[in-house]
């Protein structure tokens, strides 16, 4: 999950970027290509949650895809055995998870809104004015309004 918020949060950064530079194609980034995800900060988002839950990430978090939706597949390894248990010699193994999380727009706009001129955003049902010529970065909801995180796997 931690990859994929992080990226998420990466996108609204990039997304106000774009806009502010004058970037025709800003409405691309809400598109969410696979492999288009950054992914600066997403493998130590994950290793910063694995940690907190006192485990280690193994590897780096990988970009993916499930049913069109980009995202992040992570494996962990616990940081403690298993224990005592009535199976023998399983005492000293560690569990091993993986998970997949997705990033999803929330955001609808009209498909022949011109980006140089102001565009309205539906995200879940709420309307977000964004018009290039006036844009205060203040302006844009928090991530989490634009793009939800969601384990797939």
Do not use: H
């Amino acid at each position: 999950m931690a990859a994929s918020q992080e990226a998420r949060d990466e996108l609204l950064l990039d997304l106000e970027a774009a806009i502010a530079a004058g970037d025709d194609n800003w409405l691309d980034w809400l598109d969410l290509p696979a492999g288009g995800l950054p992914t600066d900060g997403a493998t130590a988002a994950a290793a910063e949650l694995a940690a907190q839950n006192r485990s280690t990430l193994q590897g780096d978090a990988q970009l993916t895809e499930v049913a069109g939706d980009p995202g992040f597949r992570v494996v962990v390894e616990t940081n403690y055995s298993v224990g005592e248990s009535v199976i023998p010699g399983t005492e000293t193994l560690r569990a091993t998870a993986q998970a997949v999380a997705v990033i999803q727009p929330r955001c609808d706009f009209d498909l022949d809104a011109d980006p140089t001129k102001l565009v309205t955003l539906v995200c879940d049902g709420e309307p977000v004015d964004i018009d290039p010529e006036k844009f205060d970065p203040d302006d844009l909801p928090d991530a989490s309004v634009m793009f939800s995180v969601r384990l797939a796997e």
